[in-house]
């Protein structure tokens, strides 16, 4: 996928405030701290279009981008173990069901972040059993591999892809790896929804 463009249109905290503007959806989803705002950007080619942080929990909206004035990229708010009240953390979980169930017709692909230097979690587990519910079979990007030895991603790769099924491709921001076979699935998830440009 050639990207032409991309920028940050807006932060969401209700659905009435959710753009109108054609075009199919990618959401991301991942534990907080995963690493979702990093790969965006690398994804991207756009080092500071979508914030990071290392605190956990830094992405409480969910956060639009448009890409090639084509199609959206949705960053959704970290799950797990973010240092904020539960009434915060319910807020958010709400916020990510509502989108999956509003914009379900206009979702055609996602994005499942796992740090691959952790196991996977049980609510890792349950993401992907409630992205299935929604008719959705995401990507499954093992983060931070670069931090780990080829062994040791080799045994990332094999506990996620015991715990969570499908074909997980190891991932890292800083360095591109599994960026271009991201973009490929990404890019058949795509294609036929929208116009593509030169791969």
Not at 59 to 80: C, H, I, K, M
Request: no cysteine.
């Amino acid at each position: 996928m050639k990207i032409v463009s991309a920028r940050f249109d807006r932060s969401v905290f209700r659905a009435e405030d959710e753009p109108k503007d054609p075009g199919p959806d990618v959401v991301f989803l991942g534990r907080s701290n995963v690493g979702k705002s990093s790969l965006i950007n690398r994804l991207l080619s756009s080092r500071g279009l979508a914030r990071t942080s290392n605190t956990p929990g830094r992405t409480q909206s969910a956060n639009f981008y448009r890409v090639n004035e084509a199609f959206w990229f949705v960053d959704l708010p970290g799950y797990g173990f973010a240092k904020v009240p539960v009434t915060v953390r319910r807020t958010w979980e709400g916020m990510i069901e509502g989108i999956l169930q509003r914009r379900r017709e206009r979702i055609v692909g996602g994005v499942l972040l796992v740090d691959a230097r952790h196991a996977p979690s049980e609510l890792d587990r349950s993401m992907r059993e409630w992205l299935r519910e929604f008719g959705l079979d995401p990507v499954i990007a093992v983060t931070k591999a670069d931090k780990l030895s080829g062994n040791g991603r080799a045994e990332a790769r094999r506990a996620v892809l015991e715990a969570l099924g499908g074909e997980p491709i190891l991932a890292s921001a800083a360095t591109g790896l599994g960026v271009k076979e991201i973009w490929a699935r990404l890019d058949l998830a795509l294609r036929g929804r929208t116009w593509t440009s030169e791969s």
